[in-house]
């Protein structure tokens, strides 16, 4: 059984960039579901005693098993993302803004090009910052419940871009957000 990670800061905390309404709705409804769901579907089978990481490489491209890759995915996916936010977030550390600037040019160039991949998102899914195998810091996107974590990379910031993360604050200006997020709320550990 797995349990929902508690918020590390007040819901109220995050405002004006992300509302304690949107934050009731998107911990409180959408990342409990995915919790709810994915012990629903694992109880009694094989999946039962293992990590959500074990579960989501056992389960990645399997059909058999999409609706446990869905929701276990989407429950670590918003565990992530809800650890790497704060409020008067911003920057990076000196040893960061150092590796991102040899990969990207600077930190506003990384922004930019980070945004971008948010935009280009088609429909719901997450924009993430990732390590590859090789250790070479890389902006992606991947959509619906889909993680880097599936696929071999290491994430190290996101911003989750499906609608119910920011409609209530921002409709439909998903850049908006993203720059609200980037700017103001991203923790970096
Ligand atoms: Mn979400």
């Given at each position: 059984?797995?349990?929902?990670i508690?918020l590390?800061?007040?819901?109220?905390e995050?405002a004006p960039?992300m509302?304690?309404?949107?934050l009731?709705?998107?911990?409180?409804?959408?990342?409990?579901?995915y919790v709810?769901?994915?012990?629903?579907l694992?109880?009694g089978?094989?999946?039962e005693?293992m990590?959500?990481?074990?579960?989501?490489?056992?389960?990645v491209g399997?059909?058999?098993y999409?609706a446990?890759?869905?929701n276990a995915?989407?429950?670590?996916?918003?565990?992530f993302?809800?650890e790497h936010?704060?409020?008067?977030g911003g920057?990076?550390?000196?040893?960061?803004?150092?590796?991102?600037a040899?990969?990207?040019?600077?930190?506003?160039?990384?922004?930019?090009?980070f945004?971008?991949?948010a935009?280009?998102?088609?429909g719901?899914?997450?924009?993430?910052?990732a390590e590859?195998?090789?250790?070479?810091l890389?902006?992606l996107?991947?959509?619906?419940?889909?993680?880097?974590?599936?696929?071999g990379?290491?994430?190290?910031?996101t911003?989750d871009v499906w609608?119910?993360?920011?409609?209530?604050?921002y409709q439909?200006r998903?850049?908006?957000?993203v720059?609200?997020?980037?700017n103001h709320?991203w923790?970096?550990?």
């Amino acid at each position: 059984m797995f349990e929902m990670i508690a918020l590390p800061y007040n819901p109220a905390e995050l405002a004006p960039y992300m509302s304690e309404e949107t934050l009731n709705y998107h911990y409180g409804k959408h990342y409990k579901t995915y919790v709810e769901n994915l012990n629903n579907l694992i109880k009694g089978t094989e999946f039962e005693n293992m990590t959500l990481e074990e579960i989501i490489h056992r389960t990645v491209g399997k059909e058999e098993y999409t609706a446990i890759f869905n929701n276990a995915a989407q429950a670590w996916n918003h565990q992530f993302f809800f650890e790497h936010l704060q409020a008067n977030g911003g920057e990076p550390g000196p040893e960061m803004q150092i590796r991102i600037a040899k990969q990207f040019g600077s930190y506003q160039d990384f922004l930019k090009e980070f945004k971008q991949n948010a935009l280009s998102q088609f429909g719901s899914g997450w924009a993430w910052l990732a390590e590859d195998p090789s250790g070479k810091l890389l902006v992606l996107k991947t959509p619906n419940a889909d993680t880097p974590l599936a696929h071999g990379y290491k994430p190290l910031m996101t911003v989750d871009v499906w609608e119910h993360a920011y409609y209530l604050d921002y409709q439909n200006r998903r850049g908006d957000f993203v720059d609200a997020v980037t700017n103001h709320l991203w923790k970096w550990q």
